[in-house]
């Protein structure tokens, strides 16, 4: 009986998990198409161009060799930040609640931070320019600038991405802990139970604020406009990714269609208390999320330029403080 119930847990885990990748590749040519298309009065590009096209087109390119002081790493960086996301989505179904040290905040957040971290050490491990080992200045006999500083233009990426882990990121954290003050616990199990029960915590005062406090913050940790401080394409190009292609690259592109879903469920979760389960009508709310979330990012950003640090820290000053009060009026 207990190998039965196994089994099944794990196949309904793993059907999620397709289910929701699949989708989950659908996302960026979504937002792309139907968005930024329409806004820009353009034809776009094909739904599955983005999320499905582009990285079977990487998968058949050559790898480049990278100049990293940890090469693997530095390599596999791509593939530990689609396995992270892989995990929040695993740690999000009702499968995983027996496990309580993996269905908790604790470990949302966790995984969340290894992903940002991911950014810092993308950057600060290229020591390459567009592939080609580069040292600027020259540092032969007699050069001109002999005692200069070097530098990479990843170096200022990863400086960025740091900026945005210390306190970018912070309003995204405080509205995922605030339906704790509801349901009185960090388990995913105790907080859907609570909306079960009582209704989702979206519908209340404290839900409302939080909801806005999570879109932004949802928005800052996938970079997108306007914070997209990380690849401003006018110095860094494309930030940490710069140097990733062939393969690493194909990782890349599917990996954020897919966080762009994982961010979708979590709140899917936290707000409206529906897990991911592909044997419940609950995946539908999962989908239903996850696109209006890429819609209103995607209004968003069209209309958004690239903020500096001017306004980038009032705008998180602002976020977090009302990421605060929903904490405060839910714990009223």
Do not use: W
Not at 167 to 195: E, H, K, M, N
């Amino acid at each position: 009986m207990f190998t039965n119930t196994l089994i099944n847990s794990i196949l309904a885990v793993v059907l999620t998990v397709l289910v929701c990748f699949i989708i989950s590749t659908l996302l960026p040519g979504i937002e792309r198409k139907y968005i930024h298309a329409r806004i820009q009065q353009r034809i776009g590009p094909l739904v599955i161009a983005p999320g499905i096209m582009a990285p079977i087109k990487f998968m058949f390119k050559e790898n480049v060799k990278v100049s990293s002081p940890v090469s693997g790493l530095y390599k596999s960086l791509p593939i530990i930040c689609f396995l992270t996301v892989l995990c929040i989505l695993v740690a999000l179904t009702p499968q995983a609640y027996q496990i309580p040290a993996l269905a908790s905040l604790v470990a949302i957040v966790g995984f969340l931070k290894v992903e940002e971290i991911c950014y810092v050490l993308m950057g600060a491990l290229s020591k390459s320019v567009m592939s080609v080992r580069m040292p600027f200045p020259d540092q032969i006999k007699g050069a001109a600038h002999q005692n200069a500083n070097r530098s990479f233009v990843e170096d200022i990426s990863a400086r960025r991405s740091l900026r945005m882990i210390t306190y970018g990121s912070f309003p995204l954290y405080l509205a995922l802990f605030a339906p704790v003050t509801a349901a009185r616990s960090i388990f995913l199990s105790d907080i859907v139970a609570y909306q079960h029960a009582n209704g989702p915590f979206l519908f209340t005062v404290a839900g409302g604020i939080a909801a806005i406090v999570f879109f932004i913050g949802y928005m800052i940790i996938l970079n997108e406009y306007p914070f997209s401080i990380i690849k401003a394409k006018s110095d860094v190009i494309e930030g940490p990714y710069m140097e990733y292609a062939a393969k690493y690259r194909a990782v890349v592109y599917l990996t954020r269609g897919f966080f762009m879903f994982v961010l979708g469920a979590i709140f899917s979760v936290l707000f409206i208390g529906v897990p991911p389960n592909i044997f419940s009508l609950g995946i539908l709310v999962n989908i239903v999320v996850a696109l209006i979330f890429v819609f209103m990012m995607g209004i968003f950003s069209a209309f958004s330029p690239v903020f500096t640090n001017r306004q980038l820290l009032p705008t998180i000053l602002g976020t977090t403080l009302l990421g605060i009060l929903a904490i405060v009026v839910g714990l009223l």
